[in-house]
């Protein structure tokens, strides 16, 4: 049994909280399935089909970063055309090398900057880099200290995570890079962004590099940080909701529950290049009192429903993948484990894509079947 959610609303309150009906559909082709959509009071005009994050050739990135472009006057680069085949790692050498002057110049007005402010003065150190969790998507999960800190920033690189609307946020006099990845793209190496925010700061610059959700849940910003400090810089973090607790909450799924779930563990569905399979915790993972929660894990989902059933969790155990979390355009899949990939695959969810697996889930207010039948279900063992 699977379920769709497609959720239009605008408002800044959560939209969970506001009041909403839900409507169910009988599927003449699938009986059991059911279509709900969830309608809310909102005014905005948003698109429901156009992503809420930077997508890597997208016309909203090269207009936010078109400073760095700037030598270029009106020969700034276009979004690539999907009809266009261009090698993917020849496509990035040549944006950063549009970029180089451009980024060489901003240095030299900090470096130069710097000196005037230490005339007659003591020596001026290095700036302070923040690590800063941006939240899901929705600009209204950013915290108050996060808020303050984008608001003084002299550059701020971001990911491809980092939704349109949290970015609107930003000051005006403030300079962004984007320096996301995507799967067979990445915009700049793990190296060159350490390279990047280590030269800025130690120019004097107050740099601050965005991250969607939590920049220490699988964001490296872990290694960002032991990359600076090695260096001698400053490194600040300020937590961001990472995506598990903020769309659970959006969808009323508590990720423990007094008799339910007494655990909750997160996996990344990703291994790193080279790396061992991520999918070897299944064995460990396979327990039917605890909440699962995968992040970016749409292609090994089926690699690792199969083995997690394999190592003993049952395959009616309740699940959802949630696309574009929190945002406007996010959609849901209900399912039990057993269905998941393949109603996903069915609905076309697309990247980036949370999954829920456990009996918890069965205890949203959406859970697609009756109030009883889930809370027998939720309490089966």
Not at 17 to 36: D, G, L, M, R, V
Not at 77 to 100: K, M
Not at 356 to 377: D, H, M, Q, R
């Amino acid at each position: 049994m699977a379920l769709l959610y497609r959720l239009s609303f605008s408002s800044s309150s959560s939209p969970l909280s506001s009041a909403c009906n839900s409507i169910k559909q009988f599927n003449p082709i699938s009986p059991k399935s059911f279509i709900c959509s969830l309608h809310f009071n909102d005014t905005s005009s948003s698109s429901s089909s156009s992503s809420p994050f930077t997508e890597k050739h997208s016309f909203e990135r090269y207009q936010r970063d078109q400073w760095v472009y700037s030598s270029l006057q009106h020969n700034r680069p276009e979004p690539t055309s999907p009809s266009v085949s261009l090698d993917a790692d020849s496509t990035r050498r040549n944006d950063i090398a549009l970029q180089l002057p451009e980024l060489k110049k901003l240095l030299q007005v900090l470096r130069e900057k710097r000196e005037e402010d230490r005339v007659g003065a003591e020596k001026c150190g290095p700036g302070n880099v923040y690590l800063v969790g941006t939240g899901p998507g929705d600009p209204d999960l950013l915290t108050l200290k996060a808020m303050k800190v984008i608001q003084k920033a002299d550059l701020l690189l971001y990911d491809r995570l980092v939704s349109n609307d949290v970015l609107d946020l930003v000051a005006p006099n403030a300079r962004l890079l984007y320096v996301g990845k995507t799967a067979g793209y990445h915009s700049r190496t793990q190296e060159e962004i350490h390279e990047l925010l280590l030269s800025f700061a130690e120019v004097g610059a107050t740099v601050v590099r965005l991250k969607g959700g939590d920049p220490l849940v699988f964001g490296r910003g872990g290694e960002e940080m032991d990359f600076l400090q090695q260096k001698g810089i400053q490194v600040k973090v300020i937590p961001g909701i990472t995506a598990a607790s903020g769309i659970a909450a959006e969808l009323g799924i508590p990720l423990t529950h007094r008799g339910v779930a007494n655990s909750v563990r997160f996996l990344t569905g990703h291994s790193r290049k080279g790396g061992t399979d991520p999918l070897f915790v299944a064995e460990n993972a396979a327990d039917p009192d605890s909440t699962l929660v995968v992040y970016m894990g749409l292609s090994t989902l089926p690699s690792l429903a199969l083995k997690l059933m394999h190592h003993g969790l049952p395959p009616h155990t309740p699940a959802a993948a949630i696309e574009r979390g929190t945002t406007p355009q996010q959609r849901i899949v209900f399912s039990e484990l057993k269905d998941l990939a393949d109603k996903i695959g069915v609905e076309e969810l697309v990247s980036p894509t949370l999954i829920i697996i456990g009996k918890v889930v069965s205890l949203s207010p959406f859970w697609p079947i009756s109030s009883k039948e889930a809370t027998c279900l939720a309490e089966a063992k």
